[in-house]
Structure formats: structure tokens, C-alpha cells
């Protein structure tokens, strides 16, 4: 399993990798070993996290952690607890927060990430420098006025990103957030372009 293999981006709740669990997880479980009093639910989370903090080499969130269980530890925690495992997570990091196994430098939004003092150095570990889809588009509009040397439609701003392999951006998010780049006024309208029932281009 590479590192790839575990999205750095925005990610989907809820799915799992099991291939990374293998041989790390299994080194990673016999790390904990020293704290037997630990319950095995929180000794799941903290293999887990410092799984996904090696794979991605920095703090990550719980989204990230989730995914770095395996399937068999997900279901232990789903059936450990009346939350759910998405709520529990964050529950169980915030108590080994607080036992100092795990930091975290704040959070992106409302999206908290978390470091193992055992895989990452605290003192150097900052929050990713992810940008929203919101400010992509923006930044890719920009270099699209750039590349066609005139103000652009949004159809030029999808074909641009299709030429640029931003598939993980589709028309339909790239038109919605250009026109809501347009209500706050982040972006200027010079006109617009309509086709008449012959299919003829006009200026509006």
C-alpha cells in the first residue's frame, strides 16, 4: 500500500483500507502493549492513527484515521459503542489527547487533526495547507483567462480543467462555484452570451 492509496484531500466517511493493516498494524499493535490499561478500542484508534500519519507523513483527521482501520476493527468499535464510529473517533482521540499519546495543532474549518507523539514530532507538525474547491476554481478561472487571453465563459473554464486532468472537479461544482464567486463579488461578469433558437451566438 502506498502512501497514495490513503487521500490526503477532502475525504468520504466511512471506508476502510485494509491493506494497510498487514504487517504494520500488526507492529504497531505490539507497540501498545505497554499500556496495558489501555482499553483495546483506544489501542485500535491509536494503531490506527499512527498508520495514517506514517502513510501520509503528517497529522491527519479523523476521516483519515477511519479509513486506516481495518474492517474487523471497525466493526469492534461499531460494536463497542452506541455512537456512531464516526462520532465515537473523535471521542476516543480527544481522551488519548488528553492521557499525551496524542496531539493535535488545531483544526481546518471545523475538521480537527491529530498527531501520535510516537510517529510524528509535535514541535514541527503543522496542519495541512489544503486549498478549498472554492478557492481551486478560482484559481482556476484566473489561469484560464490567462491561457484563452480574454474574459472566459464557464463552459471555457470546464474544457480547461478537462485539458488539465481536474477530473475530481465535475462542470456541474466548477458552474456552482463560479456563480457564487460571482454573488460575493470575487469575480466580475462582462456580459452574457446566449444562442437564439437557430443556434446563432448573440451578446445579451
Request: hydrophobic share 35%.
Given at each position: 500500500m502506498s502512501v497514495k492509496d490513503l487521500p490526503a484531500g477532502d475525504s468520504s466517511e466511512g471506508?476502510?483500507?485494509?491493506?494497510?493493516?498487514?504487517?504494520?498494524?500488526?507492529?504497531?499493535?505490539?507497540?501498545?502493549?505497554?499500556?496495558?490499561?489501555?482499553?483495546?478500542?483506544?489501542?485500535?484508534?491509536l494503531c490506527a492513527l499512527e498508520i495514517a500519519n506514517a502513510a501520509l507523513g503528517r497529522v491527519v483527521s479523523t476521516e483519515e484515521v477511519i479509513k486506516a482501520l481495518t474492517e474487523a476493527e471497525a466493526n469492534k468499535l461499531k460494536a463497542a459503542y452506541a455512537k456512531t464510529i464516526n462520532q465515537a473517533v473523535p471521542v476516543i482521540l480527544s481522551l488519548l489527547t488528553a492521557r499525551k499519546l496524542v496531539f493535535s495543532p488545531g483544526l481546518i474549518g471545523t475538521?480537527?487533526?491529530?498527531?501520535?507523539?510516537?510517529?510524528?514530532?509535535?514541535?514541527?507538525?503543522?496542519?495541512?495547507?489544503?486549498?478549498?474547491?472554492?478557492q481551486r476554481v478560482l484559481?482556476?478561472?484566473?489561469?484560464?483567462?490567462?491561457e484563452f487571453?480574454?474574459?472566459?465563459?464557464?463552459?471555457?473554464?470546464?474544457?480547461?480543467?478537462?485539458?488539465?486532468?481536474?477530473?475530481?472537479l465535475a462542470p456541474q461544482m466548477i458552474t456552482r462555484y463560479i456563480l457564487?464567486?460571482?454573488?460575493?463579488?470575487n469575480i466580475n461578469s462582462v456580459g452574457i452570451v446566449r444562442a437564439d433558437v437557430k443556434g446563432n451566438v448573440r451578446r445579451a
Open positions: 471506508g476502510h483500507h485494509p491493506v494497510l493493516a498487514g504487517a504494520s498494524h500488526q507492529q504497531h499493535v505490539g507497540a501498545h502493549s505497554k499500556h496495558p490499561k489501555m482499553k483495546s478500542e483506544h489501542k485500535i484508534v475538521r480537527r487533526y491529530y498527531g501520535s507523539v510516537n510517529t510524528l514530532n509535535a514541535a514541527n507538525s503543522l496542519l495541512p495547507n489544503f486549498q478549498s474547491r472554492r484559481m482556476l478561472l484566473r489561469d484560464a483567462v490567462q487571453g480574454r474574459a472566459v465563459r464557464i463552459g471555457d473554464v470546464v474544457d480547461y480543467a478537462k485539458k488539465r486532468g481536474m477530473i475530481d457564487s464567486l460571482l454573488e460575493s463579488h
